[in-house]
């Protein structure tokens, strides 16, 4: 009988994983991939929707056209889940694993801001982004704030670029002069372990009258007065906020028992959980590296490896590195890049300079993980 592999969430890591198994393993795996969704869209998506670069229909790419041999997608909810009995429980069935990879990421909190949905807008959803792409073309005078609500929050950079590229729309628009922007960040440099990314993104700022507000937090909105409030009790006022909201688990992962501090704890050379035969990678977990895309996919490769080598009896996967590559949005139309590590010491960067060059390499990388996660069809209809 093949093994039972059973893959919580198609996201970045859900997509690896199952892809990577069902190359290697064909008929030697039953492998079953839940999520509650009907596409995928990456992260960075989110910045070209609300900016008017891309419609929320054109990032969407549909779990339909994926077409790797043996993998069964169900459009699901997941309800529960007893990581004892490796058994899961949807809104249509129960699915029983002998392998079962947790990729469920972060959901959104937006109450935990007070404020926040009645006096502010979050770019961190394909909803929030889609709203917002109606409301920044009637922003035209006032203080912008980009501002962060909680620790830990998705992809760090991501912040700092919607700074570069409003001021870009603004400028694009004629209306620059009449507005300000401030960036309220909770670390002292906007990329902390790269200190040149944070250079080359301090001198962006700069030239461009961006005011970075370091080492702060936003607790709070106060809509009918129009400021924001800092964790130092400061207030700033604003005319248009765009926040990164509270991140948490998703809620069946809550309930589950499973979670340590809010994330799910996992031994950060391996992924695997303190349940037999249970794994969790990428934004669920406190493995240790940014919540990003490239190390979700990152620690797939390396559960992928593992379910691998046990099926097929190879050599064991090396441990986890937490190695990825981001690209940065540094606005007139340039892309920067950071490479960064950080399982194997003290967490190390280096930097690209923002380049045209690299707007292609980023938009290779997009379309490199649709072509090997969905086939060449999603590729060629134009899906982003
Ligand atoms: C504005 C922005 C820009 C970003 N830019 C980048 C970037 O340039 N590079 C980068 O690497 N990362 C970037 N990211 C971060 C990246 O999108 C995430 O870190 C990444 O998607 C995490 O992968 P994951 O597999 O852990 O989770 P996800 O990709 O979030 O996948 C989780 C999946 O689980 C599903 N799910 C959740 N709960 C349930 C349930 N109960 N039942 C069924 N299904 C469920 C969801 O529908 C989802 O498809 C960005 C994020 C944002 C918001």
Redesign the pocket.
């Known amino acids: 009988m093949p093994l039972r592999v059973v893959v ?9 994983c199952s892809t990577l198994l069902s190359e290697a393993l064909g008929a030697q795996v039953a492998l079953t991939v ?4 009907d596409s ?1 869209s ?6 070209d929707v ?1 900016f008017g670069r891309k419609t929320p229909e054109a990032v969407r790419i549909a779990y339909r056209t994926i077409a790797n041999p043996g993998v069964q997608v169900r459009q ?4 529960a889940i007893d990581p004892v009995a490796r058994r899961v429980t ?1 809104d249509q069935g129960r699915y029983d694993a002998d392998v079962l990879v947790i ?5 959104y909190d937006q109450r935990a801001t007070p404020g926040l949905v009645e006096g502010g807008n979050e ?3 394909l909803a929030g ?1 889609e709203r917002l792409s109606s409301v920044l073309p009637t922003f035209s005078r006032g203080h912008a704030i980009v501002g962060i609500t909680s620790t830990p929050f ?2 760090p ?2 912040p700092s ?2 700074t570069l590229l409003l001021h870009d729309d603004l400028v694009r628009r004629g209306v620059r002069a009449a507005c300000e922007i401030s960036l309220v960040m909770p670390f002292g440099t906007p990329v902390p372990p790269s200190p040149v990314t944070s250079a080359a993104l301090l001198a962006a700022f700069a030239e461009r009258g961006i005011t970075f507000v370091p080492n702060r937090l936003v607790r709070a909105l106060d809509p009918a007065r129009r400021v924001a409030i800092l964790d130092d009790a400061s207030e700033l006022p604003y005319d248009l906020f765009l926040g ?1 909201p509270k991140h948490c688990v ?4 809550a309930a589950s028992g499973m979670t340590v501090d809010g994330w799910i704890p996992v031994d950060p050379r391996t992924l695997a959980t303190r349940f037999p035969g249970v794994y969790a ?5 406190s493995v240790g590296t ?8 990152g ?2 490769r390396t559960v992928a490896a593992a379910i691998i080598a046990d099926v097929q009896g190879g050599e064991r996967p090396t441990a986890y590195r937490g190695v ?1 590559t ?3 949005e540094f606005g007139a139309d340039r892309v920067g890049r950071v490479d960064v590590e950080f399982l194997a010491g003290p967490p190390t960067g280096s930097f690209t300079e923002p380049s045209a060059a690299l707007v292609a390499e ?1 938009e290779a990388f997009g379309s490199s993980r649709r072509a090997r996660w969905f086939g060449e069809a999603a590729v060629t209809s134009g899906h982003a």
């Open positions: 919580l969430g198609a996201g970045f890591g859900g997509l690896e839940i999520d509650r969704n995928f990456f992260g960075f998506s989110k910045l609300m699901e909810v997941v309800t949807t990729a469920l990421g972060a959901d770019f961190y959803s982004a998705k992809c950079p991501a670029e919607a990164v998703p809620e069946v992962v990678i990428g934004d669920v977990t940014p919540k990003a895309g490239v190390f979700a996919e620690a797939a990825g981001c690209y940065v980023k």
